[in-house]
């Protein structure tokens, strides 16, 4: 196999490896997202449920909004890595 050949399957392997690991970077992003709605709706609803018997658990709250900032992080990092800023 010559060197131009062997660059050529190198160049197709490493396009497959990137194919994948974009692949698992979206279905990753998608569990990102779903994890962070899913906190929020559990914000409110500890929210309303406080309200409800007079006590709210701000300790709890407060534990689960860094949790949403933390995953609102990771979801901005893998979005530019995907869409990166291309600056023409």
Same mark, same amino acid.
């Given at each position: 196999?010559n060197r131009a050949?062997?660059l ?7 396009t ?5 690991n974009? !692949?698992e970077l979206?279905k =990753?992003l ?7 709605? &899913?906190?929020d $709706?559990? @914000?409110?609803a500890?929210?309303?449920?406080g309200?409800?018997?007079g006590f709210?658990? !701000?300790l709890?709250?407060? =534990?689960?909004?860094?949790r949403k900032l933390?995953l609102k &992080?990771?979801? $901005?990092? @893998?979005?530019?890595?995907l869409?990166?800023?291309?600056i023409?």
């Open positions: 196999m050949a062997r050529g399957a190198r160049f197709i392997a490493e497959r490896k990137l194919r994948v974009e !692949q979206k =990753r998608e569990l990102l997202r779903t994890e962070h709605r &899913d906190l $709706a559990a @914000i409110v500890l929210t309303e449920a309200q409800q018997n709210v658990d !701000q709890q709250i407060a =534990r689960l909004k860094k933390k &992080d990771q979801i $901005a990092m @893998i979005e530019d890595y869409l990166p800023d291309i023409a």
